[in-house]
């Protein structure tokens, strides 16, 4: 724990800054789980008021990618065992068209997301240089990779969170952070 006064050691701000991190994370995934439990079956195969991706895969592709930047390269990610070849994309819709998640698949998707926090955070080379993913330009440390991560978490939870809002008045509770321990 860090002290007012006494300057930190590099074990003090390493273990602040890991705790951070888990606890953002787990923040912005209860926000998408959030949304995604109080999306209304009608909404969940559509956009809600004008365009965009259905709900349904707005929510997989936040869930694959928090899954894909968690792992330590490009090369290390091994897709969930129920990936439908590009469910993840929401640019480019993938023909033949895929078939919906339902949204027990999704929140059993984000359980397998959420408990590989810790694990991803522990092993996690703060002063690795860059990230380890080809596509990332400007390249980035792997500490700011993790919060951007993190920031794609939660701009998609608030997109979705404001569908659920739209369509019955009711949207996710803010989560400011989540504590876990060393999870």
Not at 158 to 177: E, I, K, P, Y
């Amino acid at each position: 724990m860090l002290e007012p006064g006494n300057p930190p050691d590099s074990a003090a701000l390493d273990a602040v800054l890991r705790a951070a991190l888990k606890g953002q994370y787990h923040a912005a995934l209860a926000m998408l789980r959030s949304a995604i439990e109080l999306c209304p079956e009608d909404l969940w195969s559509g956009s809600g008021p004008g365009p965009g991706a259905p709900f349904w895969r707005v929510a997989y592709h936040t869930l694959f990618y928090a899954h894909l930047y968690m792992q330590r390269d490009e090369a290390s990610f091994e897709p969930w065992a129920q990936h439908r070849a590009g469910a993840q994309d929401l640019d480019e819709v993938p023909t033949p068209p895929v078939e919906p998640y339902s949204k027990a698949e999704l929140l059993s998707y984000w359980g397998v997301c959420d408990a590989m926090v810790g694990g991803a955070i522990d092993t996690l080379d703060v002063l690795q240089p860059d990230t380890g993913f080809r596509w990332h330009n400007p390249q980035r440390s792997k500490v700011e990779q993790h919060v951007s991560a993190i920031r794609h978490i939660q701009h998609h939870a608030t997109q979705l969170s404001g569908r659920v809002r739209a369509a019955s008045g009711m949207g996710a509770d803010w989560v400011g952070a989540v504590a876990h321990g060393s999870s």
